[in-house]
C-alpha cells in the first residue's frame, strides 16, 4: 500500500512562473491537506480538501494560490506569478476521513523560487 | 495561528540517555498527537492520546497528557542515533472535527 506520493520533490521556478505540486494520496483517503514549511519552523496549513470539494481554504493566500482535488487523479496545490517569498517545502498529508484522525505526510515538494 | 508549543526548541543529549520534550496548548482538545520529521522528509504520525487519556505507550515512546494544565510530554528512552529528528505535537480542538493545531517543533540530537 503506497503511502502518500508527492512529485516533484524538487521544483525550481523562475519570478513570474506557475508551480504546479501534484499529491496522490494513500489508497482509500479521501481526505487531503496541504502545508507549507519554512526551514527550521512548524506547518502552516494552508487548505483541506474532500473528493472535489475546498473544505477550508482559510490558510491559503486569495491571490495567485488555488488547490483542487478532482473526481479522479491526485490532488494539485497551484501556485500562479509565483515571488521568492513562495520559497518553501509544501507537504500534503492524507487521512480515511475528517474525525481527527492521524496524518498520513508525502515527503514534500521543495520549491526555490530564482 | 499555531497555539502548541514545544519547548525545548532544541535539544542534544548522548546516545543512551532519555529524552523528553514538552506541549503546551491553549484550548479544549479532542486529542493531541505528536509527529518525528527526519531531514528533508515529510512527518511521520508517532502516537495520539485523547482527551480522557493520561498517559500511552509505543516501544520507548511514552507520552502524558495533561489536560488541567493543557500540556503534554513526549519521553524517549535509551535514545539512538536513529531518533535524532525534529519532533511536533499537534492539537486537534474540540470545536473541530478536522483541524490540527501544530506547535513550531523541538530539534533533537542525538550525540553518539
Partial sequence: NAGVMQNPRHLV?????EARLRCSPMKGHSHVYWYRQLPEEGLKFMVYLQKE???DESGMPKERFSAEFPKEGPSILRIQQVVRGDSAAYFCASSPDGNNSPLHFGNGTRLTVT | SQQG???????SIQEGE???MNCSYKTS???LQWYRQNSGRGLVHLILIRSNEREKHSGRLRVTLDTS???S???ITASRAADTASYFCATSPMDSNYQLIWGAGTKLIIKP
Fill in chain 1, 13 to 17: 521556478r523562475r519570478r513570474g512562473q
Fill in chain 1, 53 to 55: 470539494n475546498i473544505i
Fill in chain 2, 5 to 11: 508549543e514545544e519547548d525545548p526548541q532544541a535539544l
Fill in chain 2, 18 to 20: 532519555n529524552a523528553t
Fill in chain 2, 29 to 31: 482538545i479532542n486529542n
Fill in chain 2, 69 to 71: 494544565k493543557k500540556s
Fill in chain 2, 73 to 75: 510530554s513526549l519521553l
